[in-house]
């Protein structure tokens, strides 16, 4: 009797282990529209958009959180919970999704400055952020501002886990009168 009890004690403390187990992947998906917007496009303006961004990229960012090897202040948290394959179905169905650019609108003198210091940027990800160059980069055209200006300050903080070495680097390398500039200039970019 007291083997059963604990047999069943274990098997209810594994199913509360995974909370998301078995939950069809547009639920699970929905579960990130409050922050995320619905089809992944975010109403702004620290929260990013997610919809139609590489598989590769988004799997691995979650992967990222959920190990601890990525700086967040809360993804790290939600990504805890999540099995390897729920993160490759959340990762497959938002790239599936069409990319939608929020363009915002910015002063002429601060995208001129942005585009002017984004040489680094177009590298991986286009002259407008559009056209990455290779599955592991995300589209930036149309992202929100302050969410790129926040990421970059990230990369450019030596304390904070941000193992991307490359955006690292060309992060650091802008001035950092020109971080805010480069922001704004891909956040108004429709394409």
Known sequence: MRNKMLMALVTIGLAASSAHAGMPTEDLAS?????HGLNGVSVGPTMPSIGGLPEAYLKNVMQQW???ERYSA???RHFKGYSDAEISALATHFSKLPWVPVVQKADAKVIAQGKEASDRCETCHGA??????DAETPKINGQWADYMHLE???YRTESLKMPHKKMRNNSKK??????EAVAKFFAAQPK
């Open 31 to 35: 579960t990130c529209n409050a922050c």
């Open 66 to 68: 959920k190990s601890g």
């Open 74 to 76: 809360t993804m790290g």
């Open 128 to 133: 407008t952020g559009s056209e990455p160059d």
């Open 152 to 154: 970059m300050l990230k």
């Open 174 to 179: 802008l001035d950092a009168a020109d971080v």
